[in-house]
């Protein structure tokens, strides 16, 4: 009996196992984007570079991409200056109409009812300002009003500050943070040359690119304010994004003369390449629901 009862809990055991495993695999996605005939076109495959498959195939470049809170959906930029939200299962997609258009770079919130966007109403590529925009109700708030170019925002975790880019005529081009209401803004770097392609994990620690070294590279920027260089590469490295663990990071590099999307696990400093697209792939960004609310 004591025999019998070992073989069931190892077999229970294996089964979990296999579970999580799958659990994993399926739940555990990167949309990127790869260049396809004569656009850039939406593709979603595993973390580990498995079932690859390409989502979209509309006739215009697609140069933005978030995940929606579900993981089934995304949403898209376009060159020029639409959105839409994007089912990766079905593939079909729905025009989402702002109260203001031409925007590039808009980006999800955490609970899908919100987009920020970078946008200039003054007709100058030289003034953009962040915005965020409440979908439910077109509600639009301007979060920044400084000089310069303001860019590229990005949600932390909480839903309470939009990280962004911020370039105000100097030799720097660094990062920032807006209280979602408008009344708290902080430089998170200062003066470093040029900072682009932000990242946060899921508990806020931060991920960029950098040519403070020389070149582009991989930088991680923790709480206490400190920053590593994490990649170390003749190539560019660029657009990081973290995996739900804080233990990888996927980036696109130039590093074999084509952009492509590589994985790196941060303590082992294992590189992986996981896309092999000739012409090129590049702006991943990584989903992933917690194993323990499955199970």
């Known amino acids: 009996m004591n025999k019998l009862r070992h073989k069931l809990i190892i077999g229970l055991y294996l089964l979990l196992v296999l579970q999580c495993a799958n659990a994993e695999r399926v739940n ?5 984007l790869a260049h396809v005939g004569n656009y850039w076109q939406v593709w ?3 973390a580990d570079g498995s079932q690859q498959r390409q989502v979209t195939d509309s006739k215009y470049d697609k140069s933005r991409i978030s995940w929606y809170p579900d993981g089934v959906h995304l949403l898209i930029n376009d060159n020029n200056g639409n959105l839409y939200k994007l089912n990766i299962n079905t593939r079909e997609s729905v025009e989402i109409n702002l109260p203001i258009k031409g925007t590039l770079d808009a980006s999800v919130s955490p609970d899908g009812h919100y987009i920020a966007f970078s946008l200039s109403v ?13 979908v439910d109700n077109n509600k639009l708030s301007k979060l920044t ?10 949600w932390s975790s909480n839903q309470q500050w939009i990280y962004f880019l ?3 005529g100097s030799q720097s081009h660094d990062i920032l943070r807006v209280s979602i209401d408008g009344k708290i803004k902080e430089q998170i770097t200062s003066n470093n040359l040029y900072n682009f392609d932000i990242s ?3 508990k806020d620690k931060l991920a960029y690119s950098s040519n403070i070294s020389g070149n582009y590279e991989i930088w991680i920027k923790q709480k206490n304010g400190n920053a590593s260089q994490l990649t170390f590469n003749e ?16 980036f696109e590099s130039f590093r074999k003369g084509t952009m492509n999307i590589y994985k790196m696990k941060i303590n082992e400093k294992q590189v992986q390449q996981l896309t092999f697209h000739k012409v090129g792939a590049r702006f991943p960004v990584w989903w992933s629901h917690s194993i323990e609310d499955k199970l």
Do not use: C, F
């Open 200 to 202: 946060l994990s899921k």
């Open 145 to 154: 009003n400084m000089g310069g170019l303001q860019h590229e925002p990005v």
């Open 235 to 250: 190539g560019i490295d660029s657009r990081p994004t973290w995996s739900e663990d804080e233990k990888s990071i996927v």
């Open 28 to 32: 555990n996605k990167i949309a990127y």
């Open 122 to 134: 003054a007709d100058s590529i030289d003034n953009n300002h962040i915005w965020i925009v409440n």
């Open 166 to 168: 911020s370039n105000t």
């Open 44 to 46: 979603v495959m595993n």
